[in-house]
């Protein structure tokens, strides 16, 4: 569950409330009791790379055939 805190709270605690986030912790911001905005870990953000298995070759950078280049236009 998000931890809900006060924007002029937020400005007080920044620092503790980044060290919740790097911990894992979800924070939601909030201006006069609305959720205006949400505080979460960066790694949550990324995606693996590499999620097609094997490897390219140099036959993939190498220049299409005529006839399937003919097909592209």
Not at 61 to 71: D, I, Q, R, V, Y
């Amino acid at each position: 569950m998000s931890k809900v805190v006060n924007v002029h709270d937020a400005k007080t605690h920044l620092s503790r409330l980044l060290e919740e986030v790097r911990a894992g912790k979800e924070i939601i911001l909030a201006k006069g009791g609305k959720p205006y905005a949400k505080l979460s870990p960066i790694d949550a953000l990324r995606r693996p790379l590499g999620f097609v298995p094997g490897r390219l070759t140099e036959d993939f950078f190498a220049s299409l055939p005529e006839e399937e280049l003919k097909g592209w236009e």
